[in-house]
C-alpha cells in the first residue's frame, strides 16, 4: 500500500520529456502536483512553483550539476533527488557533495522513489519543526529577559520568598537598598525583627491563596526608614500548589508624611491644648499651695509650690514650642553662647524632677567648652525633651533598685556634644527605627509624638546629628553632636530624617 501525499507540488527537471512525463504520472498518483522543465527552465519553473521537493535527471554530469547548484543557491530550501545512470556509484556521492538530499540509479524503481521523497519530506518537516522550535525559543528567552527586566527595574521592592520567609529571589531595588539577602528572612533583614510579624500578609497569601496588603516601616541598610504599603500574591508550581509568594512594596513615605501632617494637626492642637489645660490646673494647684505657705509662713509649703509652679511652666512652655514649630516653617535664632552656661541651665529644667522621684541626676563637663553658635531656645528644648525622656524612662522600669540619668557636655575644636545616659529599660531596634517619625510616641497618650521629631529636626538644621545607642535591659545613651560654628544650609534636612542608632543586644 502506498503513501498518498495530500497535494505536494513537485518540480520534474529532465532532458528527457517522456522519462519526465512517466515519473510526472507516477507521482500524481501518490497525490503530488508535478511540474515538468527541462535544464534551461528549471531555474524559473522552480521560482514559479516554489516546490519542497524536486527530481534532477541526469544526461551529462557537467550541465546537471550547474542546474544543481543554481537551484541550491537561489532556493538552499529545496530537497532535490538525482537520478543517475545506473553503476554510477561515484557520481551519485559527487551529486550529495554538490548538496543533493539523495540519489538513485536509472532506471529508478518506484519504490526507491516514493522511500527518497517520503525521507526528504520526512527532513523537510523535521527541519520545519526544528525552525518553529529555535524560533519559539527566541521568543521565549526574548521574554524571559524582558520579565527580569521588568522584574529588576520596577521602581519598587520585589521579594519572593519560600514558605520558611525566606528570601529565594529579589529585584535590584531591594537588593539596593537591603543589601544581598538571599536565603535570609525578610523580618530580620528589612524589618530588624526576632520573630515574624503579626499578621503576617505573606503567611496569610500562603494559607488562602488570596492578595494581601499592609502597611509597614523598613529600614535600609544605611539606617534610612521607609514607609510601604505592601501586596502579596501566590506563586503556583504545576500542580496549583502555593509554593512561593511575591511580596511588591511601594515606598509611600512621602506620601504618608503629607498625610499625617494634614490629618493630624487637628488631633494634635486638640491634644496640646487639652495637655496645656491640665498643666493649667496643676499650675493653679502649684500657685494654691505658693500662696497658702505664704500666708501661713509654711516654707515647706511654699518650696512645694514653687517646684510645682516651675515645672508647669516649663512643660507648658515646651509644648507650646512644639506646637509653633510644627505649625509653621520657623528661621533659627543663632546667637552665641557659652557652652558650660548652657549646659547647666538645661540641666536645671530636669534636675528637680529626677531629685524628687530619687533619680540621681549627674552633670559632667569635659574638654574645650567655650563658645559656641546655636539658637538656644529650639536646642535646649530638645535637649530637655531627651533628658525628661531619660527620667520618664528610668520612672517606669522597676527591674532596678537605683537609676541614675548623666548629663555629659564635652568640647573639642569643631564640635560640642551632649550626651544623656540613663540605666533605664533601653529602647528595643524596631522603636529605636521609629523614634524620631513624625507622631510616633512609645508613651501612648502621654506622649505628642513631636518632642524627637523636632528634636532630631532642629540638630540636623545646626548641622548636627543625634546618635542613639541602647540595650534592653541595661539602658541608653543619646549623643547630640552640634558644629560649633554655625553654618546656613542651602536646603535643610527632609522632615522625618532618622537620627542614627546603635542596636544592642
Do not use: W
Not at 132 to 155: A, T
Not at 216 to 222: H, I, L, P, S, Y
Not at 237 to 264: C, F, K, P, Y
Not at 404 to 432: H, L, M, W, Y
Amino acid at each position: 500500500m502506498h503513501n498518498i501525499v495530500i497535494s505536494e507540488s513537485i518540480v520534474i527537471i529532465t532532458q528527457d520529456p517522456e522519462h519526465g512525463r512517466v515519473l510526472g504520472h507516477i507521482l500524481h498518483e501518490y497525490g503530488y502536483q508535478p511540474s515538468n522543465c527541462d535544464y534551461d527552465d528549471a531555474l524559473v519553473t522552480v521560482s514559479v512553483v516554489r516546490p519542497r521537493l524536486a527530481v534532477l535527471g541526469i544526461c551529462d554530469c557537467r550541465l546537471g550539476q550547474g542546474v544543481l547548484r543554481k537551484i541550491r543557491t537561489s532556493f538552499p530550501e529545496v530537497r532535490i533527488i538525482v537520478l543517475v545512470p545506473e553503476d554510477e556509484y561515484q557520481m551519485g556521492l559527487d551529486f550529495l557533495e554538490e548538496g543533493a538530499s539523495d540519489f538513485l540509479f536509472k532506471p529508478v524503481s518506484e519504490r526507491a522513489l516514493r522511500i527518497a521523497l517520503d525521507r526528504a519530506l520526512t527532513f523537510i518537516e523535521m527541519r520545519r519543526d526544528r525552525d518553529l522550535l529555535v524560533e519559539k525559543s527566541k521568543i521565549l528567552e526574548s521574554s524571559h529577559q524582558l520579565c527580569r527586566q521588568l522584574f529588576d527595574e520596577v521602581p519598587c521592592y520585589i521579594s519572593v520568598q519560600n514558605k520558611d520567609r525566606r528570601i529565594v529571589r529579589a529585584n535590584r531595588q531591594f537588593k539596593l537598598d537591603f543589601g544581598s539577602c538571599l536565603g535570609e528572612r525578610c523580618y530580620e533583614i528589612y524589618k530588624h525583627r526576632t520573630h515574624p510579624c503579626p499578621q503576617c500578609p505573606v503567611e496569610e497569601t500562603f494559607r488562602d491563596g488570596m492578595v494581601h496588603q499592609t502597611e509597614e516601616v523598613v529600614t535600609t541598610r544605611t539606617g534610612q526608614q521607609k514607609i510601604v504599603l505592601t501586596l502579596t500574591a501566590p506563586l503556583k508550581n504545576d500542580h496549583g500548589e502555593i509554593n512561593e509568594v511575591m511580596e511588591l512594596a511601594t515606598d509611600i513615605t512621602q506620601i504618608r508624611e503629607l498625610q499625617d501632617r494634614l490629618t493630624s494637626l487637628g488631633l494634635f492642637i486638640g491634644s496640646i491644648s487639652h495637655g496645656v489645660r491640665g498643666m493649667l490646673t496643676a499650675l493653679d494647684g502649684g500657685l494654691y499651695r505658693l500662696e497658702k505657705g505664704i500666708q501661713n509662713n509654711d516654707m515647706d509649703l511654699v518650696a512645694n509650690g514653687a517646684e510645682r509652679v516651675k515645672l508647669m511652666i516649663s512643660r507648658i512652655r515646651n509644648s507650646v514650642l512644639e506646637m509653633l514649630y510644627y505649625s509653621k516653617d520657623r528661621d533659627l535664632n543663632i546667637q552665641t553662647l557659652d557652652v558650660q552656661t548652657f549646659g547647666d541651665g538645661v540641666a536645671n529644667f530636669v534636675e528637680p524632677k529626677a531629685t524628687k522621684h530619687d533619680i540621681r541626676f549627674q552633670k559632667e563637663f569635659h574638654g574645650n567648652l567655650g563658645r559656641f553658635e546655636i539658637d538656644p531656645e529650639v536646642i535646649s528644648a530638645g535637649l530637655v525633651n531627651i533628658l525628661e525622656n531619660a527620667v520618664d524612662a528610668c520612672i517606669e522600669d522597676e527591674s532596678k533598685d537605683r537609676h541614675v540619668v548623666t548629663f555629659i557636655v564635652e568640647g573639642d575644636k569643631n564640635k560640642v556634644s551632649f550626651v544623656i545616659r540613663d540605666n533605664g529599660p533601653g529602647i528595643d531596634r524596631a522603636t529605636q527605627e521609629k523614634m524620631f517619625s513624625l507622631f510616633f510616641s512609645s508613651k501612648g497618650s502621654k506622649g505628642t509624638g513631636l518632642g524627637l521629631y523636632i528634636a532630631n529636626d532642629v540638630v540636623h538644621q545646626h548641622g548636627g546629628q543625634i546618635v542613639v545607642d541602647s540595650t534592653v535591659g541595661e539602658g541608653t545613651e543619646f549623643r547630640v553632636e552640634l558644629p560649633r560654628k554655625y553654618v546656613k544650609k542651602d536646603q535643610p534636612a527632609p522632615n522625618g530624617d532618622n537620627g542614627q542608632f546603635k542596636a544592642g543586644s
